[in-house]
């Protein structure tokens, strides 16, 4: 997930911790457990305006999903082109020659 910041609440790392205690398995907990929950925003990211995902205590419990930040909408000239040439209109000059 590249170029994309991950938050992660305290209360989320609270209950990673506790699932990572239950099972038993230390730090492979861990990287089980942060697996599972980052597997679809892998998916989502990439290619995509995402510049942020977070983790809360209910998306570790399986209750939602994490939420994604999108970054602000850019304003471009594509957005506002009105598929016309400028080459195609008369210019002024021209226009006021004839």
């Known amino acids: 997930m590249d170029k994309c910041e991950l938050n992660v609440t305290p209360d989320a790392l ?3 911790a506790r ?3 239950e ?14 929950l980052l597997l679809e925003p892998m998916f989502e ?3 995509s305006d995402i510049m942020a995902v ?6 570790v419990q399986g ?8 970054a602000p909408a850019k304003e471009s000239e594509e957005e506002y082109d ?3 040439e400028e080459e195609s209109w008369p210019r002024q000059a021209d ?3 004839n």
Request: hydrophobic share 40%; charged share 30%.
């Open 23 to 36: 099972r038993k398995t230390g730090a492979r907990g861990l990287r089980s457990i942060m697996e599972k």
């Open 63 to 70: 209750k939602s999903v994490p939420v994604y930040v999108k």
């Open 95 to 97: 226009a006021a020659n």
């Open 45 to 47: 990211v990439p290619h």
């Open 54 to 59: 977070e983790l809360n205590k209910d998306v």
């Open 82 to 84: 009105s598929g016309i």
């Open 14 to 16: 609270r209950a990673i």
């Open 19 to 21: 699932l990572a205690l």
